[in-house]
Each structure stands twice: as C-alpha cells, then as structure tokens.
C-alpha cells in the first residue's frame, strides 16, 4: 500500500490559481495511475482527475480547460495545477494510486489526510 502526502492547499480568490502536490512512498510509483478527489463539506468524494503511468489523463466536466494534472516520476509526485477557481472548487483534495480498468479509474491506495483549498472572495 503506497502512502501518500498532499499540500499545495490554501485560501484563494475567485479567478486565482493553486497548484497542489503529492508525493507518494513506495518503490513502484511509476507503476501506478495517480487520481486526485475532492470532497466538499457535505458531498461526497468525486474524482476530478486522473493520469495514467504514461501521462494520459481525463477530467470531470467540472474542471476541464482549468486544471491540469501532471506527474514527476523520479520525484514520485503528482500535480494538480488549477486555475480559474471557482468557489464550488471549495473542497478537501485528496490523491490516490491506483488503475484504470475498462476505461474507469479505480483507486487502490488508503485515503491521505487531504489538503483543503477555500475559494473565496
């Protein structure tokens, strides 16, 4: 089970932008697809982005053209740069490992404690 450490959270403005990061232990990051979830307060958790071992990624509808997911290997890191914030991006993000089957992203790893990002004016 990979373990995983998310930041890159804050308190922003409508229109700003925040790039969070997450940086995962284990020997075989670059084996496994990374995903980034979000939960608002009350909501359920909802993937927003995911990325394959060979970089291709797919979003919500909600965050296309504005954010963007990207991965460091040798850094076993995975990014998720946002821009255009919106208040209902107000949630806890969350990054996860683990595959795509059929088409769907299906998370493996335990949960991390998440960074919260507050979009507010």
């Known amino acids: 089970q990979v373990q995983l450490v998310e930041s890159g959270g804050g308190l922003v403005q409508p229109g700003g932008s925040l790039r969070l990061s997450c940086v995962a232990s284990g020997s075989r990051f670059s084996l496994y697809a990374m995903g980034w979830y979000r939960q608002g307060l009350g909501n359920q958790r909802e993937l927003v982005a995911a990325?394959?071992?060979?970089?291709?990624?797919n979003y919500a509808d909600s965050v296309k053209g504005r954010f963007t997911i990207s991965r460091d290997n040798a850094k076993n890191t995975v990014y998720l740069q946002m821009n255009s914030l919106k208040p209902e991006d107000t949630a806890l993000y969350y990054c996860n490992a683990g595959d795509f089957y059929g088409g769907t992203y299906f998370p493996r790893s335990s949960w991390g404690q998440g960074t919260q990002v507050t979009v507010s004016s």
């Open positions: 990325i394959t071992t060979v970089g291709s990624a």
